[in-house]
């Protein structure tokens, strides 16, 4: 299975912007799709999943302002992000595997990663 994580850039406060992971040798919906991010000099910390139901959970963080969903047309996962802080400055790598409910927010769960997308959110 291969990830391609696509669609970071620069941008505002308060501005919006969609990353997009595209699968292939394997299903979305076959697998639970995460995204995680790494700021520098930080661990990797879970940002949000759909899991293969459905279902979708979300850190802290960023519940209310990030939306993740995939198209199984498309076999592409995407984490739709709005209100963007500062703090939200990282690279977005997303991530598939079929972690148990009370793993899903650890990285280790997760058999395949894509390169990450760079996410700059400026003051």
């Known amino acids: 299975v291969q990830l391609q994580a696509s669609g970071g850039g620069l941008v505002q406060a308060g501005g919006s912007l969609r990353i997009s992971c595209a699968v292939s040798?394997?299903?979305?919906?076959?697998?639970?799709m995460a995204w995680f991010r790494q700021a520098p000099g930080e661990g990797r910390e879970f940002v949000a999943t759909?899991?293969?139901?459905?279902?979708?959970h979300y850190a802290d963080s960023i519940k209310g302002r990030f939306t993740i969903s995939r198209d199984s047309a498309k076999n592409t996962v995407y984490l739709q992000m709005t209100d963007l802080r500062p703090e939200d400055t990282a690279e977005y790598l997303c991530?598939?595997?079929?972690?148990?409910?009370?793993?899903?927010?650890?990285?280790?769960?997760?058999?395949?990663w894509g390169q990450g997308t760079l996410v700059t959110v400026s003051s």
């Open positions: 991530a598939a595997g079929t972690p148990i409910l009370s793993a899903i927010r650890s990285p280790s769960m997760y058999r395949y």
């Open positions: 040798g394997g299903t979305v919906r076959t697998y639970g």
């Open positions: 759909i899991r293969a139901t459905s279902t979708t």
